[in-house]
Every structure is written in structure tokens, then in C-alpha cells.
């Protein structure tokens, strides 16, 4: 059962004490709020998160107007605090007639929060990680190749406004249909297209980890005889006079290895 | 100033070529509008130029730095033999052009170490990863003292089939390659086994505790090198390999390729 506030505290003391306590309770959220966003840096500064996000566009964009990330998550703390204290103010003090508009923002409030944060969270995010991916595939030397962190990049983009839409209550349901289609597609055409390597790597997982044949072996697979010059995840490389033969390792496990012994 | 001047003129005119040091962007910007063609020679092309040679190592040496740059221009064919270059490069502080040197295309005698990285059966990184290890072996030693040890790098079926084991493989069954951050302490501490390392065309470390035992005919290497050296010449003669030979006795980092020795590197120079 809610107890009512306002008049528990009335019935006990006077209607004076109810608004002098409204006022205690603005101070004591303002001192709340600034503790809570002198801990939020402290804190994201100790665990370094501070400067992982250094350089990213929404550091720099924060940065352009004159705080940064850990600024504003702090603030966005510290409003969030402070704006629950004068809500909880105003229903003691009767100031407003709040029961309903109370109940509402109550509700709203940190649902908001959750919008922000994930909307902060999910740019800082998707861009660490298409610099990582883009790092990763700094040695592939092909063009095409910058295509794959820009579409990371856009995808966590998504699901970050995909998680604040539905907090702020839009309707997501048709995004949401959008991206599980999505997903299925990378997911079943990536399995169909990446097929014969992922069978091949399975297999490779198999010869790396029981070694039947070694480098300097010989062996025979499928007629094609030779000695192993090296097996990795998705090939086994033999090699003979003058011929250097690359057998998927799928094929290896397919129709089985001969080694030679003498 | 003028006799100063003059003959910073005499050394810099009438080139076919410069060959700049540097990965400086600012530095590069500097030349692009240049008309001779400006070939840039560093690890990284951070400046993202069209005629770009890869340096496998930080050559603090110049002498080998030129060399190995030139060699490289020139089997890359952006250079001929007989162009006239200026080498733009750095003798003490890093980054910062304070050395111009002019030379001929063949200036040197072509040795092959431009070859023994980027034409080795081997990818160039595992040869590079290579000698980084037994250069930092070679500085540091095995607690402090001085080891020796060698590397056969590449087509490791055929070294393996004219190599017998001295003891049980360490390696058998591990998937280490070189270039991960465990192999050299690994490395450092099965240094003091005999024998050779193995490693394949893509890195992985095959075999400890080898005993090499190739045909050692017409394999020519300096008088006065052990049998260490000797059997790294003949293994690369006898196999498409290469053998980088750390020395116990004098400290120096040996590359051999086809036989012949290709390079020698002090590792307190890095």
C-alpha cells in the first residue's frame, strides 16, 4: 500500500514543515546531483573509459561545445537526479497538483535517461569498433575491404536508436522487423557464401589440434602426392617436383590421407 | 656561404631520383610537387606515396639503410642501374632529414638483401619477425649470457627431410608462430638447446633440436665461421630456405640465402 507523503507529513507537523522539508529536499538533491556527477568522472576516468573515447566524432562534436563525453553523461546524471528530487519537492509542498503529471514523469523520466545513454553509448561504441575492425584489416590490402567498419559502424548505430526509440516509446515494431531481416540476411546468405570455408575450418580445427601428418611428411590425398609445406585452418599445402598442390582441408577429411612411410 | 651553397648545388643537381627516408607526411609534402620522382623508402608508407619501398628494419646504420634502399628501387624497377640519386635520410635524430647523401644505382655490388625479404619463399613479415627475434636475442642473451642459434626460414618440407631430430620436437603439436608475443621468451629459452628452428613459409614455428644435414658443396661463406654458419649456407643451398644465424662467438646476426651469405647485422646497432 503507498503511504501519502504529503499528508502523513501534514497530520504529523504543520503545513510550514511540509514546504520547509520541499526545500531541504531541493538542497539535498542539488548536493546529491553534484556528487553524483563528481563520482560519474571519477569514476569513468578511473576505469579509463575516458580516454578509449578520446578522438572519436562524438567526443569531438561534445568537445566543439565546450564539454565532452564524460561531461555530458555526468550532467545527464546529475539532471536526472536533480529533476526526481524537485518532483519528489513539489509533491510534498503541494505546489502543483501533480498526481497525475507526477505518476507520468515518474514513469518517463528514466526511460528518457535510458534514450540518451544508449544513444551516447551506442555512437561511442560503433565507431571504436569500426576503427578496430578497420585496424584489423589495415594488412588486407584491398579497397573494398573499408566497406565492413563503415556497415559495423551503421549497425550498432541502429540497434542504439533502435534501444532509444523503443525507450521513448515510438513505435519500433517495423525498424525492428527491418533488422531482424537484416540480421537473417548477413547471418544465412554470410553462412551460405562462407559454406566450404567454415566446413574447411572445421576439418582445419581437427588436423591443427591432432596433427596426423605434420610439416615434412609425405602424403597422398586424392592421387596428388607430395610433402606438407604447411597446414593452416583452410588449407594443407603438399608439394612435389616442380607442383605445389592447395587441398582445402575439407577434402582431406573427404576422401581421407595416405601418408608414405619408408 | 656561397662555397657552401656551391657545392650543395654540385651534389643535388642533375639527379634522376630522390629516395626520402622518412615517414613523415609533411616532410613527403614537401617533394610531391617536385619533378624529379620522389621514391619513398620507410617500414610504413604513412604517406601514403606511389613509389614506395618497404624497409623490413630499422636500419640505424645509414650505410645499410642506403644500401638496402637502393637495391630495393632498383629490383622494384622504378630505378636503372645507372641513375644518379640523392638519398634524403636521417644519421642521428629520428624523423629528422639531416643527411643527404648522392649516389650511383650501382654503387654496390647487388648482395640480395632486398631479395632475402621480398623474394624469399617466406612471407617478408616472418622473415622480418625473424630477425627481429634473433636480434633481440642477440642483445640480450640467455640470462645475461651470450647464445647462439639458428633459424631456417621457409620451405620447411624439404628442410625437414634433410634434417634429423637431436631430441623430442618441443614444438610438436604447439601452434606457435613466430611473431607472437610468447615466442620470444620461448625462443630465449630453447636457445640453449642444439640445433636449428624450423619455421615455415607462414611462420609457424615447426621444429626445435634440428640437426641439419644437407650436402655442404660449393657452399661459399667467409673463412673462420663455425659450424653453425656452415650448415645455414648449406641448408639454403641445398633448399629454397633461408637461414638467419645468430652468432655465439662474435654476436652477429647472419642471413644466408642460396648458399651465400647475404647480410650482417650487429644487433647492438638496434
Same mark, same amino acid.
Given at each position: 500500500?503507498?503511504?501519502?507523503?504529503?499528508?502523513?507529513?501534514?497530520?504529523?507537523?504543520?503545513?510550514?514543515? *511540509?514546504?520547509?522539508? /520541499?526545500? &531541504?529536499?531541493?538542497?539535498?538533491?542539488?548536493?546529491? &546531483?553534484?556528487?553524483?556527477?563528481?563520482?560519474?568522472?571519477?569514476?569513468?576516468?578511473?576505469?579509463?573509459?575516458?580516454? *578509449?573515447?578520446?578522438?572519436?566524432?562524438?567526443?569531438?562534436?561534445?568537445?566543439? %561545445?565546450?564539454?565532452?563525453?564524460?561531461?555530458?553523461?555526468?550532467?545527464?546524471? /546529475?539532471?536526472?537526479?536533480?529533476?526526481?528530487?524537485?518532483?519528489?519537492?513539489?509533491?510534498?509542498?503541494?505546489?502543483?497538483?501533480?498526481?497525475?503529471?507526477?505518476?507520468?514523469?515518474? +514513469?518517463?523520466?528514466?526511460? %528518457?535517461?535510458?534514450?540518451?545513454?544508449?544513444?551516447?553509448?551506442?555512437?561511442?561504441?560503433?565507431?571504436? &569498433?569500426?576503427?578496430?575492425?578497420?585496424?584489423?584489416?589495415?594488412?588486407?590490402?584491398?579497397?573494398?575491404?573499408?566497406?565492413?567498419?563503415?556497415?559495423?559502424?551503421?549497425?550498432?548505430?541502429?540497434?542504439?536508436?533502435?534501444?532509444?526509440? *523503443?525507450?521513448? +516509446?515510438?513505435?519500433?515494431? /517495423?525498424?525492428?522487423?527491418?533488422?531482424?531481416?537484416?540480421?537473417?540476411?548477413?547471418?544465412?546468405?554470410?553462412?551460405? /557464401?562462407?559454406?566450404?570455408?567454415?566446413?574447411?575450418?572445421? &576439418?582445419?580445427?581437427?588436423?591443427?589440434?591432432?596433427?596426423?601428418?605434420?610439416?615434412?611428411?609425405?602424403?597422398?590425398?586424392?592421387?596428388?602426392?607430395?610433402?606438407?609445406?604447411?597446414?593452416?585452418?583452410?588449407?594443407?599445402?603438399?608439394?612435389?617436383?616442380?607442383?605445389?598442390?592447395?587441398?582445402?582441408?575439407?577434402?582431406?577429411?573427404?576422401?581421407?590421407?595416405?601418408?608414405?612411410?619408408? | 656561404?656561397?662555397?657552401?651553397?656551391?657545392?650543395?648545388? @654540385?651534389?643535388?643537381?642533375?639527379?634522376?631520383?630522390?629516395?626520402? #627516408?622518412?615517414? !613523415?607526411?609533411?616532410?613527403?609534402?614537401?617533394?610531391?610537387?617536385?619533378?624529379?620522382?620522389?621514391?619513398?623508402?620507410?617500414?610504413?608508407?604513412?604517406?601514403?606515396?606511389? @613509389?614506395?619501398?618497404?624497409?623490413?628494419?630499422? #636500419?640505424?646504420?645509414?650505410?645499410?639503410?642506403?644500401?638496402?634502399?637502393?637495391?630495393?628501387?632498383?629490383?622494384?624497377?622504378?630505378?636503372?642501374?645507372?641513375?644518379?640519386?640523392?638519398?634524403?635520410?636521417?644519421?642521428?635524430?629520428?624523423?629528422?632529414?639531416?643527411?643527404?647523401?648522392?649516389?650511383?644505382?650501382?654503387? #654496390?655490388?647487388?648482395?640480395?638483401?632486398?631479395?632475402?625479404?621480398?623474394?624469399?619463399?617466406?612471407?617478408?613479415?616472418?622473415?622480418?619477425?625473424?630477425?627481429?627475434?634473433?636480434?633481440?636475442?642477440?642483445?640480450?642473451?640467455?640470462?645475461?649470457?651470450?647464445?647462439?642459434?639458428?633459424?631456417?626460414?621457409?620451405?620447411?618440407?624439404?628442410?625437414?627431410?634433410?634434417?634429423?631430430?637431436?631430441?623430442?620436437?618441443? #614444438?610438436?603439436?604447439?601452434?606457435?608462430?613466430?611473431?607472437?608475443?610468447?615466442?620470444?621468451?620461448?625462443?630465449? @629459452?630453447?636457445?640453449?638447446? !642444439?640445433?636449428?628452428?624450423?619455421?615455415? !613459409?607462414?611462420?609457424?614455428?615447426?621444429?626445435?633440436?634440428?640437426?641439419?644435414?644437407?650436402?655442404?658443396?660449393?657452399?661459399?661463406?667467409?673463412?673462420?665461421?663455425?659450424?653453425?654458419?656452415?650448415?645455414?649456407?648449406?641448408?639454403?643451398?641445398?633448399?629454397?630456405?633461408?637461414?638467419?644465424?645468430?652468432?655465439?662467438?662474435?654476436?652477429?646476426?647472419?642471413?644466408?640465402?642460396?648458399?651465400?651469405?647475404?647480410?650482417?647485422? !650487429?644487433?647492438?646497432?638496434?
Amino acid at each position: 500500500m503507498q503511504i501519502d507523503w504529503p499528508d502523513l507529513i501534514r497530520s504529523l507537523f504543520s503545513e510550514e514543515t *511540509a514546504f520547509t522539508l /520541499a526545500v &531541504a529536499i531541493l538542497i539535498i538533491g542539488g548536493v546529491l &546531483a553534484y556528487l553524483v556527477w563528481r563520482w560519474t568522472h571519477a569514476t569513468l576516468e578511473r576505469t579509463g573509459i575516458k580516454n *578509449a573515447i578520446e578522438g572519436t566524432t562524438f567526443e569531438r562534436s561534445a568537445q566543439r %561545445f565546450g564539454t565532452s563525453t564524460v561531461g555530458i553523461i555526468g550532467t545527464l546524471l /546529475a539532471a536526472f537526479v536533480y529533476a526526481g528530487t524537485i518532483i519528489i519537492a513539489f509533491h510534498i509542498a503541494r505546489l502543483l497538483n501533480v498526481e497525475l503529471f507526477w505518476s507520468r514523469i515518474a +514513469g518517463y523520466l528514466p526511460r %528518457f535517461f535510458i534514450a540518451v545513454l544508449a544513444v551516447v553509448i551506442g555512437l561511442i561504441v560503433g565507431e571504436k &569498433a569500426a576503427l578496430v575492425i578497420q585496424e584489423r584489416l589495415q594488412s588486407v590490402k584491398l579497397p573494398e575491404a573499408s566497406v565492413i567498419p563503415k556497415l559495423v559502424k551503421y549497425s550498432i548505430f541502429y540497434i542504439a536508436a533502435l534501444i532509444a526509440l *523503443a525507450q521513448i +516509446g515510438v513505435a519500433t515494431t /517495423a525498424l525492428l522487423i527491418l533488422l531482424a531481416a537484416y540480421a537473417f540476411g548477413v547471418v544465412f546468405l554470410g553462412g551460405l /557464401a562462407f559454406k566450404d570455408l567454415l566446413t574447411s575450418s572445421a &576439418a582445419g580445427i581437427y588436423l591443427l589440434l591432432t596433427e596426423p601428418y605434420t610439416i615434412g611428411d609425405e602424403i597422398e590425398i586424392d592421387d596428388r602426392r607430395g610433402i606438407v609445406q604447411e597446414v593452416d585452418v583452410f588449407v594443407t599445402r603438399i608439394e612435389s617436383e616442380g607442383e605445389e598442390f592447395i587441398i582445402p582441408n575439407q577434402q582431406v577429411f573427404r576422401s581421407g590421407v595416405v601418408r608414405i612411410r619408408n | 656561404m656561397t662555397g657552401l651553397a656551391a657545392l650543395l648545388d @654540385e651534389v643535388v643537381g642533375e639527379i634522376d631520383a630522390i629516395l626520402l #627516408f622518412t615517414r !613523415d607526411a609533411s616532410t613527403y609534402n614537401l617533394f610531391s610537387e617536385e619533378e624529379t620522382p620522389t621514391i619513398v623508402i620507410a617500414k610504413t608508407n604513412a604517406v601514403g606515396a606511389d @613509389e614506395f619501398v618497404e624497409l623490413p628494419l630499422e #636500419f640505424t646504420n645509414v650505410h645499410g639503410r642506403i644500401r638496402f634502399g637502393l637495391e630495393g628501387t632498383l629490383r622494384q624497377g622504378l630505378l636503372a642501374e645507372g641513375d644518379e640519386v640523392v638519398c634524403l635520410t636521417s644519421s642521428f635524430e629520428e624523423n629528422q632529414i639531416d643527411t643527404v647523401v648522392r649516389v650511383r644505382g650501382d654503387q #654496390f655490388t647487388q648482395t640480395g638483401v632486398y631479395d632475402l625479404f621480398a623474394n624469399s619463399r617466406a612471407d617478408a613479415d616472418v622473415v622480418r619477425d625473424v630477425f627481429e627475434v634473433a636480434i633481440e636475442l642477440g642483445k640480450k642473451g640467455q640470462k645475461g649470457k651470450r647464445v647462439g642459434a639458428l633459424f631456417v626460414v621457409g620451405d620447411a618440407g624439404k628442410v625437414m627431410n634433410k634434417s634429423r631430430p637431436l631430441s623430442y620436437n618441443p #614444438f610438436e603439436k604447439s601452434h606457435v608462430h613466430v611473431g607472437d608475443p610468447i615466442v620470444n621468451v620461448m625462443l630465449k @629459452e630453447f636457445s640453449r638447446l !642444439d640445433g636449428a628452428f624450423v619455421i615455415s !613459409d607462414g611462420g609457424k614455428i615447426v621444429s626445435a633440436y634440428r640437426y641439419l644435414e644437407p650436402a655442404a658443396e660449393g657452399v661459399d661463406i667467409p673463412k673462420g665461421l663455425g659450424a653453425r654458419h656452415m650448415a645455414a649456407g648449406a641448408i639454403t643451398r641445398d633448399t629454397n630456405a633461408i637461414a638467419i644465424a645468430l652468432s655465439e662467438s662474435d654476436g652477429m646476426v647472419r642471413a644466408f640465402k642460396g648458399g651465400e651469405l647475404i647480410l650482417e647485422l !650487429d644487433p647492438e646497432e638496434y
